[in-house]
């Protein structure tokens, strides 16, 4: 059964970098997209960001454009996350299309395995 096992998460101070990996069980089929998003107690999961494996294309939510960088490499995927801020504190999830989750379909990529998420905790 495909898996997504996120590292690398932790506690870091405003202004600091964190690298956050993501490591699949199986490989991941090229049409799909692999992403992150995050998540705060009592808001909704956050699309954060995107990369399609077949073209390589990458895609940001504004407030992490120029900040944080998306990158895969075989059943690996990597969010580099400089200047961080408060407002970056989430739990962050790793995502792939395939699964047996109930799909999300955000900005033409389509989800359904889920890592177990970690925690980002960036404080002033």
């Known amino acids: 059964q495909a898996r997504l096992v996120e590292s690398g998460g932790g506690s870091v101070q405003v202004g600091g970098s964190l690298r956050l990996s993501c490591t699949a069980s199986v490989d991941i089929d090229v049409s799909y997209c692999m992403g992150w998003f995050r998540q705060t107690p009592g808001k909704e999961r956050e699309w954060v960001a995107t990369v399609n494996l077949r073209g390589r294309a990458t895609n940001y939510i504004d407030s992490v454009r120029g900040r944080f960088t998306i990158s895969q490499d075989d059943r690996q995927l990597t969010l580099q996350m400089n200047n961080l801020k408060s407002e970056d504190t989430a739990m962050y999830y790793c995502?792939?299309?395939?699964?047996?989750?109930?799909?999300?379909?955000?900005?033409?990529?389509?989800?359904?395995?889920w890592g177990q998420g970690i925690q980002v905790t960036v404080s002033s």
């Open positions: 995502a792939a299309g395939g699964g047996s989750s109930r799909p999300v379909m955000v900005r033409g990529c389509r989800y359904g395995l």
